[in-house]
């Protein structure tokens, strides 16, 4: 099955952009699309996983102890952490690549710090 991402609320829409100017085949909804303001991390990983995306973000403070509590009640189609440090060019790749080399099932109840 073909990789769909979730981009979490706050995350770089110029990311966003960029990935799907490079493959428009890419399916990569925003934050802002899937009405994600203000809603708490556990919130987030469940409707994320109701659509079947992978949630990209750069919370690497809160979502790991929340994707860690998530998994133990139900299935994730993973997390994709990206470092703000991150330069754009690199962010743009590292996403195509994971979606052109992966499929979607190989992501399930993964935590993945990009660049890997």
């Known amino acids: 099955m073909t990789i769909r991402f979730q981009g979490d609320y706050d995350f770089n829409q110029d990311i966003i ?41 750069h919370d690497r403070r809160t979502m790991p102890l929340h994707f860690a509590k998530f998994i133990t009640r139900r299935n994730s189609p993973g997390v994709l952490i990206l470092s703000q440090k991150t330069d754009l060019d690199t962010a743009i790749e590292e996403l195509v690549l994971i979606w052109t080399t992966t499929e979607a099932d190989e992501w399930v109840n993964i935590i993945c710090p990009i660049p890997m």
């Not at 399916?27 to 949630?55: C, K, S, W, Y």
């Open 17 to 57: 952009a960029g990935v799907v100017r490079r493959e428009p085949r890419i399916d990569f909804q925003t934050g802002h699309a899937a009405g994600l303001m203000g809603l708490p991390d556990d919130e987030v990983l469940e409707l994320a996983a109701q659509e079947n995306r992978i949630l990209v973000t």
